[in-house]
C-alpha cells in the first residue's frame, strides 16, 4: 500500500493525517510533503479545516509545508 501511496496524493495525504492523529509527527509531515508535491495544494483546508492535521499546526516544518502549497497553488492559478 506505501508503494501505491507514493504515487498518489489523496493516499499520501490520508496517510499523514492517520499518522498525525497518532502522534508520528515526522512520518506525518514526510507523508504531507508528498501530498503536496504530488499535487495536493489546498493550504486552507490542509491548514485550518482538516482535523486530523491539529497536531501538525504548531511545528515549523509545516507551515514551510503550506508556504510550498500556497507557490503550487499560485503557480496553477496562473496557468
Do not use: Q
Request: net charge negative; hydrophobic share 45%.
Amino acid at each position: 500500500m506505501t508503494a501505491y501511496a507514493t504515487r498518489d496524493k489523496e493516499a499520501s495525504w490520508t496517510f499523514a493525517g492517520c499518522l498525525a492523529a497518532v502522534g508520528e509527527r515526522d512520518e506525518a509531515l514526510a507523508w504531507l510533503g508528498n501530498a503536496i508535491e504530488l499535487g495536493f495544494v489546498n493550504h486552507r483546508f490542509l491548514s485550518t479545516r482538516d482535523p486530523l492535521l491539529a497536531p501538525l499546526r504548531c511545528d515549523p516544518r509545516f507551515e514551510a509545508l503550506m508556504d510550498r502549497a500556497r507557490a503550487k497553488e499560485r503557480a496553477f492559478d496562473a496557468s
